[in-house]
């Protein structure tokens, strides 16, 4: 099966970058996202990737994807309070609108 | 507003007792799907509806239910609660032509008792 892991927590200063990792096992994709929930919210698409682009830029966020490595990364520039959330990787399989979901990494901004 | 609409947000209930979770989409999406969020295993997907009266098991379909009898329409639908089913349910839905957005409710937190 599928198999789409993060790790669970990162904790950053006010101000400084952040970087969320994700990696996946099945090269097999059309879209890769990333999605964040804020407590007691849904969640709430934040940017996403085609398969066939290495990185995509939008505003604070810089969205890289190897599919070499099969990694995805977010980085949060000037990251704020209100950046506090859990982050959630996800893929979408080719053909189809199932989405594979990571585990979710708990992100804690701190003055 | 365009948006997919859970009710209810919170829900406590015992065990055995039948129990809806509706979920309503205002976008006319053909796809639907129902997700259960469990700490530290992410959303996993459980019963998905590809257009009116077309639905399919996802990743953990037992002990529940789906019906797709109108397009803006997919309840969730668990006729036997248990414990293990206490969770955090997420509905979603998106356009079988412009499939790379998903769109989700905010979500109903179910304790089953």
């Known amino acids: 099966g599928e198999d789409v892991e993060q790790s669970l927590f990162l904790s950053v200063r006010e101000g400084d970058s952040s970087v969320i990792n994700c990696t996946y096992t099945d090269s097999s994709s059309t879209y890769l996202y990333w999605y964040k929930q804020e407590p007691g919210a849904g969640l709430q698409l934040l940017t996403y990737i085609f398969s066939n682009m290495d990185m995509k830029q939008d505003q604070r966020l810089t969205v890289l994807l190897n599919k070499k490595d099969k990694h995805l990364s977010l980085r949060i520039a000037d990251t704020q309070t209100g950046d506090s959330a859990i982050y959630f990787c996800a893929k979408m399989a080719g053909g189809g609108n199932k989405l594979t979901f990571g585990t979710g990494t708990q992100l804690k901004v701190e003055l | 507003e365009a948006q997919v609409t859970q009710n209810p947000r919170y829900l406590i209930t015992v065990t055995g007792k039948k129990l809806t979770v509706t979920c309503s989409q205002n976008?006319?999406?053909?796809?639907m799907s129902w997700y259960r969020q469990d700490p530290g295993l992410g959303l996993r997907q459980i019963y998905y509806?590809?257009?009116?009266?077309?639905?399919d098991k996802g990743d953990v379909p037992e002990g529940y239910k789906v019906s797709r009898k109108e397009k803006r329409n997919f309840p969730l639908i668990l006729e036997s609660p248990s414990p293990n089913q206490t969770s955090l349910y997420f509905c979603?839905?998106?356009?079988?032509?412009?499939?790379?957005?998903?769109?989700f409710g905010s979500g109903t937190q179910l304790s089953v008792l």
């Open positions: 976008m006319n999406h053909e796809y």
């Open positions: 509806s590809m257009n009116v009266e077309v639905t």
């Open positions: 979603a839905s998106s356009s079988a032509v412009t499939n790379e957005k998903l769109f």
